[in-house]
């Protein structure tokens, strides 16, 4: 049974940091481009940032470039995403997201709550 299981999320005030992780398990990580979205209330889902199986090249939405980085470590089958200077406008639900180098099967964790005061 494939699971993703996010932790790191929290209260933080605007200007801070948080390190979010994703723990995967049941597959076979390196085959996987892992990625992390983010849903805010009222709002669609959106691309945050993604790295691929193995070369490790990076993806970043516009909005975070600059002040996300997002690593993975094979060997310990997780995602990271280092988030710094936060911004209100970063407040929302962030999940994991896992897709197999050929498009299927594609995974979601159940997400970690990000919360940015001013």
């Known amino acids: 049974q494939v699971q993703l299981v996010e932790s790191g999320g929290g209260l933080v005030q605007a200007g801070g940091s948080l390190r979010l992780s994703c723990a995967a398990s049941g597959l076979t990580f390196s085959n996987y481009a892992m990625s992390w979205y983010r849903q805010a209330p009222g709002k669609e889902r959106e691309l945050v940032a993604s790295?691929?199986?193995?070369?490790?090249?990076?993806n970043y939405a516009d909005s975070v470039k600059g002040r996300f980085t997002v690593s993975r470590d094979n060997a310990k089958k997780s995602v990271y995403l280092q988030m710094n200077s936060l911004k209100t406008e970063d407040t929302a639900v962030y999940l994991c997201?896992?897709?197999?180098?050929?498009?299927?099967?594609?995974?979601w964790g159940q997400g970690t709550q990000v919360t940015v005061s001013s």
């Open positions: 997201n896992a897709v197999h180098v050929d498009r299927r099967p594609e995974y």
């Open positions: 790295i691929s199986s193995r070369s490790g090249d990076t």
